[in-house]
């Protein structure tokens, strides 16, 4: 079970549909709308077909019809909070800084600014299950394993691979789950 933090920092509207309606409609609001201009009718002339309703459900559309509605927003993305809340989310849930910087592509340094206020709370990494900033589709991550804890199979697994697959894995570009899923998908 990963633990959750609230998102903080989304820009402009999304701010408000998190006041509104929490951080998952926020972030489904920001995948379906964001980067793009979105004018919420108000209550009176919001109909089941509009845009709104169909991507967040007409319960979440109303109140932010109710609350925001006979207005044009330009919608942010949001990407740059999201990301970093997942960098937190992943601190929290027992991940080093540097794992967290190689899941989400941020450098070692934001990592370690972002979450410098927070501890663990679990002693070891454990599997989170995040919300991709882009899309707001869910995603699992797996904490890579620790140095030193390579099972013997996986040794003669890796053995097995191209030196270019190896070096990967030495680097840590690549984890040795990453080489057994392509050889299932290729098998």
Not at 157 to 166: D, E, H, K, N
Request: glycine share 8%; net charge positive.
């Amino acid at each position: 079970m990963s633990l959750r933090l609230p998102i903080r920092n989304l820009p402009g509207v999304l701010a408000d549909i998190q006041r509104l309606c929490g951080d998952d409609t926020a972030v489904r609001f920001a995948a379906h709308f964001g980067d793009r201009t979105l004018h919420i009718p108000s209550l009176a002339r919001l109909r089941d077909d509009h845009p709104l309703v169909m991507a967040l459900g007409r319960r979440a559309a109303r109140l932010i019809a109710s609350q925001l509605g006979g207005q044009e927003y330009s919608v942010p993305t949001g990407r740059w909070s999201m990301s970093h809340h997942n960098a937190r989310v992943l601190r929290l849930n027992g991940w080093q800084p540097r794992p967290i910087a190689r899941a989400l592509a941020l450098h070692k340094g934001t990592v370690d600014r972002l979450t410098a206020d927070l501890q663990p709370a679990v002693a070891a990494p454990q599997p989170v299950t995040l919300t991709c900033p882009c899309c707001g589709r869910a995603y699992k991550l797996t904490p890579p394993p620790e140095k030193g804890q390579t099972a013997e199979d996986d040794i003669a697994f890796l053995a097995a691979q191209p030196p270019l697959l190896r070096a990967a894995v030495a680097a840590g570009e690549l984890t040795v789950e990453d080489l057994k899923r392509l050889e299932g998908r290729r098998g």
